[in-house]
């Protein structure tokens, strides 16, 4: 039995596929049939039931995993052992929202990348469930959503944050100077928001359609930097993570409009699959995210 062939099992059953797991882990699909023939005969039993083009585990593949996952764990604990005091060189693949990317990452991968030079750090944005689906197929090391707060047994959720979402507008909109102001107030304006698929733009129109309103937006992006350039320039309203603004609210380029009858909050929050070992890498990424605020 050899390390490569367990390696090779396990993708296959996060993959859920023999070519998808040959093409991630660079094999052709004939190698990786063949590893896993010789593994089956060298443990007597049958791991897979192959129907057509699908497959799943049988009751001693189901068994097996649990093994075959705790012997690569122990093996990945050796090697960072004897590495424990080297420097990180391992690369690392993040997945999280845009709005997160523009505000939350810099000075996190800037102090990352000062201290861990030797580490390629790829970043993939997406939405919270694009992003959850490639975790669960082991396509990221771990993701950094903002969202409801999530739970699943597959996952460790290792960092949870509170954060408010706000209506924000140009410092020159007449709605700076009232109070009390209602949502139905708003709608009389041109809004600049991101697509239905954004978790807090869906909210929206959830409270909205709740009240028998609804909002047409002038423009609908996922870019929310997009969203902010065209705030400064117009008289238009969104609603955004504060996290995404509070910069441009700081130097005076927008304002957050207070709004009586609606407010949301949603949670940052950092997962990686239990299946998935922690390396060092990834701890060193978790551990500056924690302390993110200190370090800007």
Same mark, same amino acid.
């Given at each position: 039995?050899?390390?490569?062939?367990?390696?090779?099992?396990?993708?296959?059953?996060?993959?859920?596929?023999?070519?998808?797991?040959?093409?991630?882990?660079?094999?052709?699909?004939?190698?990786?049939?063949?590893?896993?023939?010789?593994?089956?005969?060298?443990?007597?039993?049958?791991?897979?039931?192959?129907?057509?083009?699908?497959?799943?585990?049988?009751?001693?593949?189901?068994?097996?995993?649990?093994?075959?996952?705790?012997?690569?764990?122990?093996?990945?604990?050796?090697?960072?052992?004897?590495?424990?005091?080297?420097?990180?060189?391992?690369?690392?693949?993040?997945?999280?929202?845009?709005?997160?990317?523009?505000?939350?990452?810099?000075?996190?991968?800037?102090?990352?990348?000062?201290?861990?030079?030797?580490?390629?750090?790829?970043?993939?944005?997406?939405?919270?469930?694009?992003?959850?689906?490639?975790?669960?197929?082991?396509?990221?090391?771990?993701? &950094?959503?903002?969202?409801e707060p999530? !739970? $699943?047994?597959?996952?460790? +959720?290792?960092? /949870?944050?509170?954060?408010? %979402?706000?209506?924000?507008?140009?410092?020159?909109?007449?709605?700076?100077?009232?109070?009390?102001?209602?949502?139905?107030?708003?709608?009389?304006?041109?809004?600049?928001?991101?697509?239905?698929?954004?978790?807090?733009?869906?909210?929206?129109?959830?409270?909205?359609?709740?009240?028998?309103?609804?909002v047409t937006?002038?423009?609908?992006?996922?870019?929310?930097?997009?969203?902010?350039?065209?705030?400064?320039?117009?008289?238009?309203?969104?609603?955004?993570?504060?996290?995404?603004?509070?910069?441009?609210?700081?130097?005076?380029?927008?304002?957050?409009?207070?709004?009586?009858?609606?407010?949301? &909050?949603?949670?940052?929050?950092?997962? !990686? $699959?239990?299946?998935?070992? +922690?390396?060092? /890498?990834?701890?060193?990424? %978790?551990?500056l995210s924690?302390?993110?605020?200190?370090?800007?």
């Amino acid at each position: 039995m050899e390390i490569r062939q367990l390696i090779s099992f396990v993708k296959i059953v996060q993959m859920k596929s023999f070519s998808r797991a040959a093409e991630d882990l660079g094999y052709s699909q004939s190698a990786l049939t063949v590893q896993i023939r010789l593994l089956e005969q060298e443990l007597n039993t049958r791991l897979f039931d192959r129907v057509g083009k699908q497959i799943a585990l049988t009751g001693q593949g189901q068994r097996f995993l649990t093994y075959a996952q705790t012997i690569l764990h122990e093996v990945n604990r050796a090697k960072l052992s004897l590495a424990e005091e080297g420097e990180l060189t391992d690369p690392l693949h993040i997945g999280t929202i845009e709005s997160l990317c523009f505000s939350r990452l810099p000075p996190i991968l800037h102090y990352f990348q000062k201290h861990h030079p030797k580490v390629t750090i790829r970043i993939t944005t997406g939405s919270p469930e694009e992003l959850m689906e490639m975790m669960e197929k082991n396509r990221l090391d771990l993701i &950094y959503i903002l969202d409801e707060p999530r !739970y $699943h047994n597959h996952w460790n +959720k290792v960092m /949870e944050r509170k954060e408010e %979402i706000v209506f924000v507008t140009s410092p020159e909109s007449l709605l700076n100077t009232e109070k009390d102001l209602q949502v139905e107030t708003l709608l009389k304006e041109p809004f600049f928001l991101t697509e239905k698929d954004a978790n807090y733009r869906r909210a929206l129109d959830q409270f909205l359609a709740s009240k028998n309103m609804v909002v047409t937006p002038a423009l609908e992006v996922s870019n929310t930097e997009f969203i902010i350039q065209m705030l400064r320039q117009n008289r238009g309203i969104s609603f955004l993570p504060r996290l995404a603004v509070q910069k441009n609210v700081e130097r005076g380029q927008l304002q957050i409009l207070h709004v009586a009858d609606f407010q949301l &909050y949603m949670y940052g929050q950092i997962f !990686y $699959h239990k299946d998935k070992w +922690k390396t060092r /890498e990834m701890e060193a990424f %978790i551990r500056l995210s924690q302390e993110e605020k200190n370090l800007c």
